[in-house]
């Protein structure tokens, strides 16, 4: 498998995993986040999922999109395998609500450099 290739599906892995946290979290309120044994857990998953296909963004890219915290998307998900229980679900809502957009942008706006995503 072609080097770009693998960089455009963990970008497009990245975008299912934000449209999924919007799915899940779609009409709910921070308060029904944190007591919902299903969504919540869902949740963590889906940023975990885009932590790790962060860390094959490549460094081009992120000093092009030097704006997002790439480390702190990186660091998320060692924080949620490894100290989920101490997983505090503020920053969880925190990053749902004012910087899922902002990476979100940022993926969209790398993709096009990496479109060998066909067979």
């Not at 693998?6 to 975008?15: E, Y």
């Not at 920053?91 to 004012?98: E, K, M, R, S």
Request: glycine share 4%; aromatic share 8%; net charge negative.
């Amino acid at each position: 498998m072609k080097i770009e290739r693998r960089i455009a599906h963990r970008l497009l892995d990245i975008l299912d995993a934000i449209d999924d946290i919007r799915n899940t979290l779609a009409g709910e309120s921070y308060d029904t986040f944190v007591l919902d044994r299903l969504k919540r857990p869902a949740t963590e998953r889906f940023f975990e999922i885009i932590s790790e296909a962060s860390r094959h963004v490549p460094a081009s890219v992120k000093q092009r999109e030097a704006a997002i915290p790439w480390q702190k998307v990186a660091d998320l998900g060692n924080v949620l395998r490894h100290g989920y229980h101490h997983t505090k679900p503020e920053v969880l809502w925190d990053i749902y609500q004012n910087y899922l957009s902002e990476l979100e942008a940022a993926v969209r706006r790398a993709l096009p450099d990496y479109p060998d995503v066909e067979g």
